[in-house]
């Protein structure tokens, strides 16, 4: 099956400063996802992007499906923003959806 | 409504028990999905349904068993746990199999 690595597995920003997270997949997509799960387990969609360049609000991201990768950025960062970052992907004649690794991001006040 | 309700919110059971874990939307998403996560790690997909069909077993032990009553509706019987299959229970819905993905907020399940 397709493997999905994210980086950094970990980080720690401190309050407004700005990050990028990235997904590498290891063949090509017709489906790529980006959430969040909060500290308490909920799940929230982001950004459903299998190509392009989409914004809503302080986030951003960008997937290169022909290089393999996307991109999340997250801009000022908040406390909020704390959680586990996960991308997902689906990748033609493959029926399942596969989340990558995850990065933990802690933004400190 | 852009919810997926799930029911309830932590479950403690005995090896010996049956209980069941309830999902539910009202979207109007014809797939709905089962994944569970293991502390640290990323969800893994269990089971989905299409159009009330399943469509996906990723080979999980029968003593779990999905139900889909109705196109709103999910259930996850469970029957004969064991302490391993502690995890959170993720259920999920999407307009059609593999599209956007919405989450409930999941079932915390421990199993004695």
């Known amino acids: 099956g397709i493997q999905v690595e994210q980086s950094p597995p970990d980080l720690i920003l401190q309050e407004g400063a700005n990050s990028t997270l990235r997904c590498n997949f290891s063949d090509s997509v017709n489906n790529l996802q980006w959430f969040h799960q909060n500290p308490w387990g909920q799940l929230i969609n982001l950004f459903y992007i299998p190509s392009g360049t989409k914004q809503n609000g302080r986030l951003s991201a960008t997937t290169v499906a022909t290089e393999r990768y996307s991109l999340l950025y997250i801009s000022s960062s908040q406390t909020t923003d704390s959680g586990v970052y996960f991308c997902?992907?689906?990748?033609?004649?493959?029926?399942?959806?596969?989340f990558g690794t995850g990065t933990k991001l802690q933004v400190i006040p | 409504d852009t919810e997926v309700t799930q029911t309830p919110k932590h479950l403690v059971m005995g090896m010996t028990n049956k209980k069941s874990l309830k999902c539910e939307q009202h979207?109007?998403?014809?797939?709905m999905y089962w994944y569970k996560q293991k502390a640290k790690k990323p969800p893994e997909l269990m089971f989905v349904?299409?159009?009330?069909?399943?469509?996906i077993n990723e080979s999980v032990p029968s003593r779990f068993s999905p139900e889909c009553p109705n196109s709103s509706l999910l259930n996850l019987h469970l029957h004969a746990l064991q302490p391993e299959d502690s995890a959170l229970y993720l259920c999920a819905s999407s307009g059609r199999m593999n599209e956007k993905l919405f989450f409930g907020s999941g079932t915390q399940l421990s199993v004695l």
């Open positions: 979207m109007g998403h014809r797939a």
């Open positions: 997902a992907v689906k990748n033609e004649g493959y029926q399942k959806v596969t």
């Open positions: 349904y299409s159009y009330e069909k399943l469509s």
